[in-house]
C-alpha cells in the first residue's frame, strides 16, 4: 500500500494514521515483551525463594518480604501485559508503562535485596518504586475518564 496524501477523517492522512499504528504497534509489543519478561523473573525467583533460599531468608526472617516482592512483580508483569492490549485501541499516556517497570524494578528489587540481607540503603528505594507504581495507575484511571466509550 502506498501511502499517498489522500484525506481522511477530519483532515488527518493515511501517512500519519499509518505512523500512529505503527508507534502504538511498537509500544504494545514492548509492554507485552517486558510484561512477560518481569512474569517469567517473578516465577523464576518465587521458586528460587521458596527452595534455593529457604534456609537464607528463614534466618533472615524475610520470607514474608521475598513472597511481597514476587507478588508486586507478577502483578505488575500482568498490568504490563494488559496495557498492551489496550493501548492498541485507545490512546494511553505514555507514562502509565514506564511507571510500571521502573516501578517493579525499584519496589520488588530493592525488597528482594534487603530480603537477602543487603545494605540498608535499599530500604528508602522500596517507597520510591511504590510511588512509581501508584503514578502509573492513576494515570490509567485518569487515561479511562478521558477515554470514555461512545
Not at 501511502?3 to 502504538?24: E, G, H
Not at 508483569?77 to 508503562?97: D, F, Y
Request: glycine residues 8%; aromatic residues 10%.
Amino acid at each position: 500500500m502506498i501511502a499517498t496524501p489522500s484525506v481522511l477523517n477530519n483532515s488527518q492522512t493515511l501517512y500519519s494514521r499509518l505512523n500512529y499504528t505503527t508507534f502504538t504497534m511498537h509500544i504494545a509489543h514492548k509492554y507485552r515483551l517486558l510484561g512477560s519478561i518481569l512474569a517469567f523473573s517473578a516465577v523464576l525467583l518465587g521458586a528460587f525463594g521458596a527452595h534455593a533460599l529457604k534456609q537464607t531468608l528463614s534466618a533472615h526472617d524475610s520470607i514474608q518480604t521475598w513472597e511481597t516482592a514476587v507478588r508486586y512483580q507478577m502483578w505488575h508483569a500482568l498490568g504490563l501485559i494488559l496495557l498492551s492490549l489496550i493501548c492498541e485501541r485507545q490512546v494511553l499516556p505514555k507514562m502509565i508503562g514506564p511507571c510500571f517497570f521502573i516501578g517493579t524494578l525499584l519496589f520488588s528489587g530493592s525488597l528482594y535485596g534487603l530480603a537477602l540481607d543487603g545494605p540498608r540503603w535499599l530500604g528508602p528505594i522500596t517507597p520510591l518504586g511504590g510511588l512509581s507504581l501508584i503514578a502509573g495507575w492513576a494515570l490509567l484511571a485518569y487515561s479511562c475518564v478521558i477515554n470514555k466509550a461512545p
